[in-house]
């Protein structure tokens, strides 16, 4: 698979939208960014005008894209693309550290202790992948 060269990005000129909107970018005037005219989105120029970020107040991690002459293609950090991966990691874990804890303890107050443990492990397991599945 060959490498495909970033193209810089023009603020002078528009480029389609990489929402798939079938809208176009337009540069909004005194700043480096660009909007859309169809899903008024607004996106910034990042790292060396190569990429572009998708500013969305909601959401926690930005979406990238970078131009190649023709098109955007998505340009996710790795470690945002591998959430589902890194959920089912930690739930093995969490299953692999309570597992053990639950089987030594047998008095009423220690496996009840043991459990809320368990649980709390698989609280935060849940929540990371879905923080990073947004």
Same mark, same amino acid.
């Given at each position: 698979?060959?490498?495909? =060269?970033?193209?810089?990005?023009? #603020? $002078?000129?528009? /480029? &389609?939208?990489?929402? +798939?909107?079938?809208?176009?970018? @337009?540069?909004?005037?005194?700043?480096?960014?660009?909007?859309?005219?169809?899903?008024?989105?607004?996106?910034?120029?990042?790292?060396? =005008?190569?990429?572009?970020?998708? #500013? $969305?107040?909601? /959401? &926690?991690?930005?979406? +990238?894209?970078?131009?190649?002459? @023709?098109?955007?293609?998505?340009?996710?950090?790795?470690?945002?693309?591998?959430?589902?991966?890194?959920?089912?990691?930690?739930?093995?874990?969490?299953?692999?550290?309570?597992?053990?804890?639950?089987?030594?303890?047998?008095?009423?107050?220690?496996?009840?202790?043991?459990?809320?443990?368990?649980?709390?492990?698989?609280?935060?397991?849940?929540?990371?992948?879905?923080?990073?599945?947004?």
């Amino acid at each position: 698979m060959r490498l495909r =060269k970033n193209t810089p990005i023009d #603020l $002078n000129c528009e /480029y &389609p939208c990489p929402c +798939r909107r079938k809208g176009r970018l @337009k540069p909004i005037i005194l700043t480096e960014a660009m909007g859309c005219d169809k899903c008024q989105q607004i996106f910034v120029l990042a790292e060396n =005008k190569e990429y572009i970020e998708q #500013l $969305n107040p909601t /959401y &926690p991690y930005k979406k +990238r894209w970078r131009w190649l002459g @023709k098109r955007w293609i998505s340009a996710q950090k790795p470690w945002q693309e591998s959430y589902f991966l890194l959920g089912i990691v930690c739930f093995f874990f969490s299953v692999l550290v309570a597992t053990p804890l639950l089987i030594t303890l047998t008095g009423g107050f220690n496996l009840i202790s043991g459990m809320m443990v368990g649980l709390i492990f698989l609280s935060v397991c849940f929540s990371l992948w879905f923080v990073y599945s947004r």
